[in-house]
Nanobody, 124 residues
């Protein structure tokens, strides 16, 4: 069992930076892949980034490559999403998710634990 709590979302101007954090509890955190997804108003939830348990694999959706960085600290049981050069189209609720099978995929169905989300709003 893994419980996830996101934080760090806020209003930021376009071009700015923001770091999201996701604190996890549960014994399987260090063996789980962790992902970030987002859902904008009126749109489906979409994949943003993922990182495997031992950080050997990271993947990003094309729209954030070069701007966002996912990382994790298995001692602090926390996963981060560093977001730079933010754009208004990055506005969404950002969700942290854990995949206890460590697939590190872009597909939400593989993730069996989810946080409640944190709102990121980028103003133009």
């Amino acid at each position: 069992q893994v419980q996830l709590v996101e934080s760090g979302g806020r209003l930021v101007h376009a071009g700015g930076s923001l770091t999201l954090s996701c604190a996890a509890s549960g014994r399987t955190f260090s063996s789980s892949a962790l992902g970030w997804f987002r859902q904008a108003p009126g749109k489906e939830r979409e994949f943003v980034a993922t990182i495997s348990a031992r950080e050997l694999v990271t993947k990003y959706t094309d729209t954030v490559k070069g701007r966002f960085t996912i990382s994790r600290d298995n001692v602090k049981n926390t996963v981060y999403l560093q977001m730079n050069s933010l754009k208004p189209e990055d506005t969404a609720v950002y969700y942290c998710a854990a995949d206890s099978r460590n697939k590190a995929t872009m597909t939400s169905q593989w993730y069996n634990y989810w946080g409640q989300g944190t709102q990121v709003t980028v103003s133009s």
